[in-house]
């Protein structure tokens, strides 16, 4: 017969509690929206999960999934729903009855705060004016770069430009055409889609006219994009310095601007970006709405015209090259949206993509123009759809194992974090052609991932969350003096390839771990891992403010009954999906028409301005 004293007793109740304790679940830090389908990661945990409240009430108890093994972190990890509740506030997570978190959130409007940081962020990168407290607070800031006149690098010509405005690309002060093509596009879509949703959210940021703050701050950039375009139509690649400047501010890089080369890719990406702010723009600014699309025609007819003009950095240029091998998909993006936009059938495109949109690959977006405008391109949509599906459901059944989040081994490249919130926009856009929940379920879960329910424990954009990263590779950031990085920006994520691990004081020691989704640091040396950019932040910002679009009562004018979330907001606040956003055939102007919501098309489905 065994016998136990107290002492034994002791010492198996401590071993159990240090078991209990040893629990981590992974949370989205920003917090869970009150209605929706909520779940956090818990690895190395046994015995019951308790959710409990700021006086100490258990109000919830769950069960944890089988576990499963996530391979880009190596975890064995359980899922744990706890979708039943539904009353806001910050609760506390009990594991096997120790506490393991305290600061679960769950709120209406839970992502309301982060789309907009996220979007004002590009206030932060506006290169040519200086940034006033007023606006920017403690990182406000000194104009830089305001020489308009740049000159004209020997792989672009000779002479000078006037060239002003625009974003700042990344960590650095390079602005780039092809970076800021995906990158504009994407924020055009987010207001294409959800037009009165934007158009009195504001982030306070300097008005421009009549304009809402989203088409405002893009505007800025796509002014500076326009002057990137020569006489000919060719659009200049980039407008930079010949090779980084150092970790000083803005003002304090004076070297010399260099408008540097012409090619394909930055030409068909400006043609498709400048033919959605042509619809964008037009019912606040016709004039610039004209220029916009001209601008776009004269584009596409010089690419057209010289289908393989590749760019490549030239021997004396340092700064980033956006080289693109394969041009085939910028010009069936720029044919699309002129398509959608002029009904010119000498534009319109066929076939369909399963790469999830990049820089270096734009196909995806041409599927999502065919996919989102069944009656200007018929069969095509439907194939383009069909595509859209197919990606999407391999998407839904990833996140519904492991961490719950859609990222597998192969998606960890630099900027795996971009490549996470394309995911979630793929995944919105399924759920807009079908209304299926699965895939805004799947969607919620890549915001999830990105605010911290994710194997480093952290949300990745600055300044929100728990943990968030406090040394990007953010020029700005490091030279100004402030302890706080710029707030709501996506830094680039976990990523094994290790560009930037070197002996040289300026890179970084190695910070591998011999697993994708663990391989970062938070230091400034990362460049690889811990740098911002414009096309990063932008699937985040669509991503985040969509949804809180749609729980709001909104959906895009394409999507099908359902997809706005009327359900999810008090009805005094709901906005009814009106019948007339259903086709209606109209009479006027002496012409009969299809009207579509506020659009209108001939009968032969080409739109109408």
């Known amino acids: 017969m065994l016998r136990?004293?107290?002492?034994?007793?002791?010492?198996?109740?401590?071993?159990?509690?240090?078991?209990?304790?040893?629990?981590?679940?992974?949370?989205?830090?920003?917090?869970?929206?009150?209605?929706?389908?909520?779940?956090?990661?818990?690895?190395?945990?046994?015995?019951?999960?308790?959710?409990?409240?700021?006086?100490?009430?258990?109000?919830?108890?769950?069960?944890?999934?089988?576990?499963?093994?996530?391979?880009?972190?190596?975890?064995?990890?359980?899922?744990?729903?706890?979708?039943?509740?539904?009353?806001?506030?910050?609760?506390?997570?009990?594991?096997?009855?120790?506490v393991v978190r305290n600061d679960l959130k769950i709120a209406d409007s839970p992502f309301e705060d982060v789309t907009k940081a996220s979007l004002k962020w590009y206030y932060y990168q506006r290169a040519s004016m200086a940034l006033e407290e007023t606006y920017a607070g403690q990182w406000k800031r000194a104009a830089g770069h305001t020489n308009e006149t740049a000159q004209l690098h020997k792989s672009a010509g000779s002479g000078s430009l006037q060239s002003s405005k625009g974003w700042y690309d990344a960590g650095d002060y390079g602005r780039y055409i092809v970076n800021s093509g995906i990158t504009t596009y994407t924020l055009l879509s987010l207001y294409?889609?959800?037009?009165?949703?934007?158009?009195?959210?504001?982030?306070?940021?300097?008005?421009?006219?009549?304009?809402?703050?989203?088409?405002?701050?893009?505007?800025?950039?796509?002014?500076?994009?326009?002057?990137?375009?020569?006489?000919?139509?060719?659009?200049?690649?980039?407008l930079t310095t010949l090779q980084f400047p150092g970790d000083v501010m803005p003002n304090k890089d004076t070297e010399q601007l260099y408008v540097i080369g012409k090619g394909t890719a930055a030409t068909?990406?400006?043609?498709?970006?400048?033919?959605?702010?042509?619809?964008?723009?037009?019912?606040?600014?016709?004039?610039?709405?004209?220029?916009?699309?001209?601008?776009?025609?004269?584009?596409?007819?010089?690419?057209?015209?010289?289908?393989?003009?590749?760019?490549?950095?030239?021997?004396?240029?340092?700064?980033?090259?956006?080289?693109?091998?394969?041009?085939?998909?910028?010009?069936?993006?720029?044919?699309?949206?002129?398509?959608?936009?002029?009904?010119?059938?000498?534009?319109?495109?066929?076939?369909?993509?399963?790469?999830?949109?990049?820089?270096?690959?734009?196909?995806?977006?041409?599927?999502?123009?065919?996919?989102?405008?069944?009656?200007?391109?018929?069969?095509?949509?439907?194939?383009?759809?069909?595509?859209?599906?197919?990606?999407?459901?391999?998407f839904e059944a990833r996140s519904t194992t492991g961490f719950g989040v859609v990222m597998g081994d192969n998606d960890f490249y630099w900027g795996s974090n971009s490549v996470a919130g394309n995911q979630g926009v793929w995944l919105l856009h399924a759920y807009y052609l079908t209304g299926d929940k699965k895939y805004y379920v799947a969607a919620t879960k890549v915001l999830d991932y990105l605010?911290?329910?994710?194997?480093?424990?952290?949300?990745?954009?600055?300044?929100?969350?728990?943990?968030?990263?406090?040394?990007?590779?953010?020029?700005?950031?490091?030279?100004?003096?402030?302890?706080?990085?710029?707030?709501?920006?996506?830094?680039?994520?976990?990523?094994?390839?290790?560009?930037?691990?070197?002996?040289?004081?300026?890179?970084?020691?190695?910070?591998?771990?011999?697993?994708?989704?663990?391989?970062?640091?938070?230091?400034?040396?990362s460049y690889a891992t811990n740098e911002v950019a414009i096309n990063w932040n932008a699937p985040f910002a669509y991503l985040a403010g969509a949804i809180e679009a749609i729980n709001a009562g909104y959906a895009p004018s394409f999507a099908v009954d359902g997809v706005a979330r009327t359900d999810a907001i008090r009805p005094a606040m709901a906005r009814k999906v009106r019948a007339e956003q259903g086709p209606k055939l109209r009479f006027g102007d002496q012409m009969l028409y299809v009207e579509m919501g506020d659009k209108r098309f001939d009968l032969r489905g080409h739109r109408l301005h």
């Open 4 to 98: 136990f004293g107290l002492k034994q007793y002791a010492a198996i109740t401590l071993s159990l509690a240090a078991a209990a304790s040893a629990a981590t679940a992974y949370i989205n830090q920003v917090g869970y929206r009150t209605g929706d389908t909520k779940e956090f990661a818990l690895v190395d945990g046994s015995g019951t999960v308790e959710i409990v409240d700021g006086s100490g009430t258990t109000v919830l108890t769950a069960t944890p999934s089988a576990a499963s093994n996530w391979a880009p972190s190596g975890q064995s990890v359980q899922l744990v729903d706890f979708s039943d509740l539904k009353t806001p506030g910050t609760y506390s997570i009990k594991v096997g009855g120790q």
């Open 192 to 238: 294409e889609h959800f037009p009165d949703y934007f158009k009195t959210l504001k982030w306070n940021i300097p008005a421009d006219g009549n304009l809402p703050d989203l088409l405002a701050e893009i505007k800025y950039n796509l002014d500076w994009m326009l002057t990137m375009q020569a006489s000919d139509g060719a659009v200049y690649h980039k």
């Open 268 to 394: 068909f990406d400006f043609a498709a970006v400048m033919a959605v702010a042509a619809r964008v723009y037009r019912p606040f600014d016709a004039s610039y709405a004209d220029k916009c699309l001209e601008a776009a025609k004269k584009a596409y007819a010089w690419g057209a015209q010289n289908p393989n003009v590749k760019f490549n950095n030239p021997s004396d240029v340092g700064t980033g090259s956006y080289a693109d091998g394969s041009l085939g998909d910028e010009k069936d993006f720029a044919g699309t949206e002129l398509f959608v936009t002029t009904g010119d059938a000498s534009y319109k495109t066929s076939g369909a993509s399963h790469n999830l949109p990049g820089w270096a690959d734009v196909s995806g977006l041409a599927t999502y123009g065919k996919a989102t405008h069944a009656a200007e391109f018929g069969n095509v949509a439907q194939v383009a759809k069909d595509t859209l599906l197919s990606v999407a459901d391999d």
């Open 451 to 525: 605010l911290g329910k994710n194997p480093l424990d952290m949300s990745f954009l600055t300044g929100y969350g728990t943990k968030s990263p406090m040394m990007p590779h953010h020029r700005p950031s490091t030279a100004d003096g402030v302890k706080d990085p710029v707030p709501g920006m996506i830094v680039g994520g976990p990523q094994p390839g290790g560009e930037d691990i070197g002996s040289q004081t300026w890179e970084c020691k190695d910070y591998r771990t011999g697993k994708p989704a663990t391989s970062y640091t938070d230091n400034r040396c």
